[in-house]
């Protein structure tokens, strides 16, 4: 098990360049199945989960090679089994975005129930009805979905999802490019990474294309060629690292990121007083000392364009200095909030109403302490806190952070921050 030993209370300042986006990339690589043909993807981020996804589909027989640096290059190969091992699905959700693509591929697919992780329950049952809109059979038994598609292939359909789902609408999305036929995609996730992956679908020939705010439209072809394409900047990383640079009252440059895809992160930082500049044009958003004080804001989730909720956990140790009470409203997933109860632990007052509401008074100086957590965001979260806080902490799952976050200390160190990966 790996620890981070961090010593706050240093400003940070200098640049960081944002990766590809986590959300964006694994999709992306699923998207690989739909063609013979090579798909190159460049600005991968090092992270595990697309480690865990590589493997996954090496298992199902495509040659998956990291080339110079930051790119992947993928290629079908002999796909003898149509099968996600379980362990994959256990490590990582996002290994059930293979459904569509499998499935409107090679006509049948098997894949555990990926279940939910820390964050709530997580069905998958919008995938499941969407797939079946399409004339998919799917059966569900033993912790395995197995699902087959009409021997003609699976056909187009109007799914309208009761609330938004970034990977439905991504499956969705996917299965939909080789169907027969129109679908109609309603109700539809907007978040950036569904609109990078649209473009890629686009420049592999799909006939795809977003006609209104939440409604994709998809009319399917025969075949699909290969791609070459650029992940976008991962704006979950970047929040992190603007916080980071709040927190510590330091003046950091992000590069590599659309401050536009911010937005909501962006008016929260107004409306508390975080001084920042951005430059769309230049991809680049700098966050400056702030002077005086925050001020203590309320916070609801939403899906994007809302405020996202991957950006809740971090955003919360920021509350906590800011003077006043805030209040931070959950409502995308039912079970978001532990990291409360390790701030609390570092000096934070943090009130649960319940399990999808927080109420911050603040200011209160964070302390160091020994912490763990086994979620991403809130891995993210804690390494925040400690930045900001007076002594040494010891952060404990930082597995969990490396999932998601490429090669964060280092990053983070030359940003001035003292941390260390320590193997306890
Ligand atoms: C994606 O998860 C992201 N993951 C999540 O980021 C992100 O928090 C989430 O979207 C935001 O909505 C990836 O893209 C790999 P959903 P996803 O379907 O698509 C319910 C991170 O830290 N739901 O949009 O799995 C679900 O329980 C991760 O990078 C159903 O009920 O989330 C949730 O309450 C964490 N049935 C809501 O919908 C379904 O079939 C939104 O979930 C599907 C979803």
Not at 101 to 129: E, Q, S, Y
Not at 245 to 270: N, Y
Request: proline share 4%; with cysteine.
């Amino acid at each position: 098990m790996q620890k981070f030993v961090i010593t706050g209370g240093h400003p940070l300042s200098g640049e960081v360049r944002i990766a590809g986006a986590k959300n964006a990339v694994l999709k992306m690589m699923a998207a690989a199945v739909l063609t013979d043909d090579r798909c190159t993807l460049r600005n991968v981020p090092k992270i595990s989960d697309v480690a865990i996804m590589r493997e996954v589909m090496t298992d199902i027989g495509f040659d998956v090679r990291r080339v110079n640096g930051d790119a992947l290059e993928l290629q079908a190969h002999d796909v003898a089994w149509p099968f996600v091992p379980l362990e994959a699905a256990l490590k990582m959700r996002a290994s059930f975005i293979l459904l569509g693509p499998m499935l409107t591929r090679f006509g049948r697919v098997i894949l555990p129930n990926p279940g939910g992780d820390r964050i709530g329950r997580r069905p998958v049952n919008f995938h499941v009805a969407a797939m079946e809109a399409m004339g998919a059979t799917i059966v569900y038994r033993n912790g395995y979905y197995f699902a087959s598609a009409p021997t003609r292939g699976l056909r187009g359909a109007h799914i309208e999802f009761p609330i938004v789902t970034v990977m439905g609408t991504e499956n969705a999305m996917l299965a939909a490019t080789l169907a027969q036929g129109t679908t109609v995609i309603d109700n539809a996730a907007r978040e950036p990474e569904v609109d990078d992956l649209i473009a890629m679908l686009d420049a592999m020939g799909a006939r795809i294309e977003r006609t209104a705010e939440r409604r994709i439209e998809v009319e399917g072809v025969a075949s699909l060629r290969g791609a070459d394409h650029r992940v976008l900047g991962d704006r979950l990383e970047a929040e992190t690292f603007a916080i980071a640079a709040a927190i510590t009252r330091g003046e950091v440059t992000l590069t590599g990121i659309k401050p536009q895809h911010l937005a909501s992160f962006l008016e929260v930082c107004d409306r508390m007083g975080v001084a920042h500049e951005a430059d769309a044009a230049a991809s680049t958003l700098r966050i400056l000392p702030s002077h005086g004080a925050l001020r203590a804001v309320d916070v609801q989730t939403d899906p994007y364009p809302g405020f996202a909720t991957d950006f809740q956990a971090p955003l919360s140790v920021l509350l906590t200095q800011a003077t006043g009470v805030s209040t931070v409203h959950e409502t995308i997933f039912e079970d978001r909030m532990d990291h409360a109860r390790e701030l609390v632990k570092m000096g934070a007052s943090i009130e649960l109403v319940d399990e999808r509401r927080a109420r911050i008074t603040g200011p209160t100086p964070l302390h160091g302490a020994e912490v763990g957590i086994a979620d991403l965001r809130a891995g993210a979260t804690l390494i925040l806190a400690a930045l900001a806080a007076t002594g040494t902490s010891v952060i404990s799952g930082i597995e969990h952070v490396d999932r998601g976050y490429e090669q964060i200390e280092a990053k983070l160190v030359a940003l001035g921050a003292q941390i260390n990966r320590i193997e306890a």
